[in-house]
Nanobody, 127 residues
Framework: QLVESGGGLVQPGGSLRLSCTASRFTLDYYAVGWFRQAPGKEREGVSCFSSSSLTRHYADSVKGRFTLSRDNAKNTVYLQMNNLKPDDTAIYYC??????????????????????WGQGTQVTVSA
């Protein structure tokens, strides 16, 4: 089970940090992805750790603004979002795939690789 938190309302240029915490399994070597879905749009990959946590990757739309990190002691993955824009408004979901899934970039940004999903957290960027 995955639980996201940290969403909210923020002005353009502001920051938020999203958290994704797992229960019932350890995230250490899982591929973990952050996805977002805006109204009327498909769910898209934002950032991900590949299987075995070897590398992290970002969609072009968030490069230089978002940073992915993890705290294994807390079994949590974070998405630090800076310089937020109105286009970042969406429900943000985290997802996890087991180490044996071989989820490497670019597939770690694709929904079909993941079988564990959180319930989502709303991020709204508006003045």
């Amino acid at each position: 089970q995955l639980v996201e938190s940290g969403g909210g309302l923020v002005q353009p240029g502001g920051s938020l940090r999203l958290s994704c915490t797992a229960s019932r399994f350890t995230l250490d070597y899982y591929a973990v992805g952050w996805f977002r879905q805006a109204p009327g749009k498909e769910r898209e990959g934002v950032s991900c750790f590949s299987s075995s946590s070897l590398t992290r990757h970002y969609a072009d739309s968030v490069k230089g603004r978002f940073t992915l990190s993890r705290d294994n002691a807390k079994n949590t993955v974070y998405l630090q979002m800076n310089n937020l824009k109105p286009d970042d408004t969406a429900i943000y979901y985290c997802a996890a795939a087991p180490p044996y899934s071989g989820t490497y970039y670019p597939n770690c940004l694709r929904r079909y690789k993941y079988d564990h999903w959180g319930q989502g957290t709303q991020v709204t960027v508006s003045a």
